[in-house]
């Protein structure tokens, strides 16, 4: 899939994935509170819409890090115009290259991106740059029925292949050395007010241009497919918020 295209279809849309403030607030209640002048990271954070709520609850910085610097403009802008400059810095940087010394991260965020280095090797790579009691919190798309329908399992075979459901994220997570503090799945309005429900309007202003758009009319079409999917089947499958923690060190608070 052209990342061109993809970043056409969703530069200045609210989000670029399913989730809301609300979702992201009532993870941070569901997680001990970070230290004074934390380092945290928002891996992934596109426009950064969590970006913000993280950095206008802690009051300590967020980076906020993205591979398309457009999306991070956005942010720095919106943070700005918030008040937030100061709490808010941005790193065009893929999460395949994360330069932070081994242990010195406090809290690493990440909505709706880590399947981009897939669960498993994310929680790895993840956990070596967390210091010991360190916070990782993501969301993934997940299986929420025991026997989801075979339309969707065939449709996520080719897109997504990795899907899983919360118990066995959950098992994962255990073997890759984490405590499992919480998880909850987003409600389906996540996935329309600010995502969605834009993304289709966007759609139908550039359904003009599409027949000379070749690569953007490919997007578009696998985006209202994967659409018209969450329509019929939402029950079946969901983002699911992920709460862990690196064990701190013996003997430690
Ligand atoms: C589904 S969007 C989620 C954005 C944001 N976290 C949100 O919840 O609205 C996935 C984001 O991952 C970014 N991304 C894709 N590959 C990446 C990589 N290798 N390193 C860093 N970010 C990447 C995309 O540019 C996009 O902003």
Not at 16 to 28: K, N, R, V, W
Not at 141 to 152: F, R, S, Y
Not at 156 to 173: K, M, S, W
Request: charged share 25%; proline share 7%; hydrophobic share 40%.
């Amino acid at each position: 899939m052209s990342l061109d295209a993809l970043f056409t279809l969703f530069t200045g849309l609210p989000r670029q994935g399913p989730g809301s403030d609300e979702s992201t607030l009532e993870a941070l209640r569901r997680l001990p509170s970070p230290q004074k002048d934390a380092l945290v990271l928002d891996i992934g954070c596109g426009t950064g819409r969590p970006t913000r709520v993280l950095a206008r609850t802690l009051r300590t910085r967020v980076t906020g890090i993205d591979i398309h610097q457009p999306y991070l403009d956005e942010l720095a802008r919106a943070a700005a115009q918030e008040g937030l400059s100061e709490f808010v810095e941005t790193r065009c940087r893929s999460m395949e290259a994360l330069d932070y010394a081994p242990g010195s991260v406090d809290l690493i965020w990440s909505e709706g991106a880590i399947f981009v280095l897939g669960v498993a090797q994310a929680l790895r790579r993840w956990k070596t740059l967390l210091r010991p009691g360190g916070l990782l919190v993501f969301t993934d798309v997940t299986w929420l029925e025991a026997d989801p329908p075979a339309e969707a399992v065939a449709f996520f075979a080719q897109e997504y292949p990795a899907i899983t459901t919360l118990e066995e994220n959950r098992r994962l997570a255990e073997c890759e050395g984490y405590e499992v503090l919480d998880a909850f799945s987003l409600p389906a309005a996540d996935w329309y007010k600010e995502y969605y429900t834009p993304l289709r309007e966007r759609i139908a202003r550039l359904r003009p241009t599409l027949a000379a758009q070749p690569e953007l009319a490919g997007v578009v079409a696998s985006t209202e497919r994967e659409m018209d999917l969450f329509d019929r089947f939402s029950a079946a499958y969901g983002y699911v918020f992920y709460l862990l923690r690196k064990p701190p060190l013996p003997g430690a608070a």
